[in-house]
C-alpha cells in the first residue's frame, strides 16, 4: 500500500520560514526505485498548482514553479524514504493546503501538472500572516 503522509504546515509570519515533509512508503516495493516527489499547492477558490518536483533517483534534477524560486527548495533523504520542500521568505500569497504527490518517472514537462502523479498524501495547511 502506498502512502504519502505530510507535515510541518503551521501558521508564520510573511518573511519567516517552514520546513515541510512528506514521508513516503510502499512505493519501492511496486517498482523501481525510479519515481519522482512532487509538491504542490491549492488556495481557497484557486486550481492546484505545482511549485516543485524532484527525482529519488536521478542525481539532484529538479524543477520550480517560477514564483517560489529563490526561495524554496527541495531536498530527499533516501534512506528515510522522505522528500523536504524548506520554503524561506514566505509571503500571503503562499498561504494554501499543500500536497506531496508521487509518479513514476521524472519528467520535467509534467513535473506541475497534477494528473500524471498517481499517489497523494492528505495535505498540510500553510498559514503566511501577520
Known amino acids: 500500500q502506498v502512502q504519502l503522509v505530510e507535515s510541518g504546515g503551521g501558521l508564520v509570519q510573511p518573511g519567516g520560514s517552514l520546513r515541510l515533509s512528506c514521508a513516503v512508503s510502499g512505493l519501492r516495493s511496486l517498482r523501481s526505485d525510479d519515481y519522482a516527489i512532487g509538491w504542490f499547492r491549492q488556495a481557497p477558490g484557486k486550481e492546484r498548482e505545482g511549485v516543485s518536483c524532484?527525482?529519488?533517483?536521478?542525481?539532484?534534477?529538479?524543477y520550480y514553479t517560477d514564483s517560489v524560486k529563490g526561495r524554496f527548495i527541495i531536498s530527499r533523504d533516501n534512506a528515510k524514504n522522505t522528500v523536504y520542500l524548506q520554503m524561506n521568505s514566505l509571503k500571503p500569497e503562499d498561504t494554501a493546503v499543500y500536497y506531496c504527490a508521487a509518479r513514476f518517472g521524472f519528467d520535467t514537462r509534467v513535473a506541475a501538472t497534477s494528473t500524471a502523479y498517481a499517489y497523494w498524501g492528505q495535505g498540510t495547511q500553510v498559514t503566511v500572516s501577520s
Open positions: 524532484m527525482s529519488m533517483n536521478e542525481g539532484s534534477t529538479t
